[in-house]
């Protein structure tokens, strides 16, 4: 059973603040999900090769041209806060 | 009227692109405020669209069949100056600064792009009731859900909101709801289009789909979206059959198999009669049927949902209130900031999903989960190849109900899955098709799933033709229109 400790612990990897009610909320459904997920121990996967990819693919490789990039400004557009042509975000390092 | 209709329509100057923008437009003013297939109604693009669509037939030269077909995008596709939503408040006045590849594909096509259509937020859900935004609802039954998460690009066709649409299926998003809406909605081969310009749910298993209302429209979308594109690596370098030309043929000598799994316990009986009868309609055009098995069919839904939220939870790190999107004001911290924003801008699904992604990647839960988790896909994956290794096409529900009711399904998993039938071909990265093959005893639609071998969907869109041609389900339209 995942505790509450553990979603706790969870929402701080995943950053994601969630209220007190919401967290034993989301532990219970955790829960149940995880627990249906549980079914895949009883599979025999001894020697079996894992899938991350449904199509094979090795070594895309393609030529190194030199392409135009997107301009500053555009990338720079939908930012919710900048300062000239940089991302402005709260105080990282204390002074 | 189909696209192909409508291209007839347009060559022998009978009415012109402009007329069936304005058309569509008139007629998603007048029913979409019940419907709710639409965020965005982008008219003024639209309708030059189409001016240069019409002055294109008019002068004999148009590119192609799609010229001028009034179509959708769900929004999850990114669109040059036009607002990207996903369904999400985290991505609030979110302009995106480039078109997907699709399109531009289809605008090169000469379609004319009527707007962006509804969705679970990000694409997680089966109903297009987890969208920032309001639901969608089912034409044919106001009632009920669309199904998702493409639900609002479904809509819009079975409601003639537009001649077809794009969507995403990452475990079965567009063929749930093509089945709940009674049009076909064709999932390709993995890699078979560009990825390009669609925002990422779950990498290794997303892929653009289409909505119309026929086989040969079907065929008409996928042509002009397939193909190489050398800004996703994993779109797949082949050349592109012409679907059109492959729609001939018939069934006869095609072996079709019946996976016996897809029609055991919990499918609803008034599925599994219509599908049946389907499969007798396609015996008696001359295929062949075998019965098989697909033992892990059970697990499919279990590996989906380790695999899709790990994929999530790394690809929707991204919306962190830095680079665009909404941002939560007053946080003393970076993380602070991050966490509040994310948690304001996510919907409830959604951050469940981050949540069992986060988990399952977690130190100490890694092995036994997304580990696991990829070797079970490695079995499912076999079980599909090795059935169609012996059969041409596998014949099954979509779903194993019809349309359900407006907050039904509640429970998370309860709404997981009613993706069984369509999360095992997600996870081999095969190409399935829906199409409407009958109705419940309420008028709901019911679909039958197509599952081919890889960049086979000719043989799909060959099948459903047939099957098209000798049975009259496709009269029948919603009350709505």
């Known amino acids: 059973m995942i505790s509450r400790e553990d979603v706790a612990h969870v929402a701080r990897l995943a950053r994601l603040a969630l209220e007190p009610d919401e967290l034993e909320r989301m532990r219970a459904q955790l829960d149940g999900i995880l627990a249906y997920i549980d079914q895949l121990r009883a599979v025999d996967v001894a020697g079996v090769e894992p899938t991350a990819h449904a199509v094979p693919l090795v070594n895309v490789m393609r030529e190194d041209a030199v392409v135009a990039p997107f301009p500053q400004e555009a990338m720079l557009a939908n930012a919710p806060d900048r300062v000239g042509e940089l991302f402005r975000v709260p105080r990282i390092i204390e002074d | ?481």
């Not at chain 2, 594909?105 to 089966?126: H, I, P």
């Not at chain 2, 609803?268 to 055009?285: F, M, N, S």
């Open chain 2, 1 to 481: 009227m189909t696209i192909h209709e409508l291209a007839e329509a347009y060559r022998r100057g009978e009415t012109t692109p402009s007329a069936v923008a304005e058309a569509h437009l008139a007629r998603i003013a007048a029913l979409d405020a019940k419907v709710g297939a639409f965020l965005t109604v982008t008219r003024e693009r639209a309708l030059a669209a189409a001016a240069a669509a019409d002055a294109r037939w008019r002068a004999g030269a148009p590119r192609g069949p799609l010229d001028g077909a009034p179509l959708a995008l769900k929004d999850v596709l990114c669109t040059k100056g036009v607002r990207t939503t996903c369904g999400s408040r985290i991505l609030e006045g979110f302009v995106p600064p480039y078109d997907a590849t699709v399109v531009e594909r289809l605008e090169a096509a000469g379609a004319v792009l009527l707007g962006k259509t509804n969705m679970d937020e990000f694409a997680m859900g089966s109903s297009t009731e987890h969208s920032a935004f309001g639901p969608t609802r089912n034409p044919w039954d106001l009632g009920r859900v669309p199904g998702g998460s493409s639900g609002g690009s479904a809509a819009a066709v079975a409601a003639e909101l537009a001649a077809g649409a794009l969507g995403t299926d990452t475990g079965g998003s567009v063929r749930q709801p093509a089945a709940f809406c009674g049009v076909v909605g064709l999932k390709p081969t993995y890699g078979r289009v560009s990825r390009y310009g669609l925002v990422a749910f779950a990498s290794s298993l997303d892929q653009v789909g289409t909505f119309a209302r026929d086989a040969r429209d079907t065929a008409l979308l996928l042509g002009a979206i397939a193909g190489h594109d050398p800004r996703d690596a994993t779109s797949v370098d082949a050349p592109v059959p012409d679907y059109t030309a492959a729609l001939a043929g018939g069934v006869r000598g095609l072996c079709l198999g019946v996976p016996r799994e897809y029609f055991g316990e919990g499918i609803d009986p008034e599925v599994a009669r219509a599908v049946r009868e389907a499969i007798e309609t396609l015996r008696g055009l001359g295929a062949v049927t075998e019965d098989v098995s697909l033992p892990t069919t059970d697990y499919g839904i279990a590996v989906y949902y380790v695999l899709a939220p790990a994929e999530a939870s790394s690809n929707l790190a991204r919306y962190d209130g830095v680079k665009y999107g909404l941002r939560t004001p007053g946080a003393k911290d970076l993380i602070e900031m991050e966490s509040r924003t994310r948690a304001a801008g996510f919907g409830a699904e959604v951050k469940r999903r981050i949540m069992l992604g986060t988990y399952a990647l977690s130190a100490g839960y890694y092995d036994a989960y997304y580990g696991r988790a990829q070797k079970v896909r490695t079995l499912v994956r076999r079980d599909l190849e090795a059935a169609l290794a012996r059969v041409d096409v596998l014949v099954a529900p979509t779903t194993p109900g019809v349309a359900f009711r407006l907050g039904e399904k509640a429970d998370p998993l309860a709404m997981y899955l009613n993706d069984v039938f369509t999360v095992p071909t997600s996870l081999a990265g095969l190409p399935a098709v829906s199409l409407r093959c009958g109705f419940s005893a309420a008028g709901l639609p019911v679909g039958l799933q197509l599952i081919g071998r890889a960049l086979d969907e000719a043989t799909l869109l060959r099948v459903a033709h047939a099957y098209e041609q000798a049975t009259g389900w496709l009269a029948r339209r919603p009350a709505l229109a």
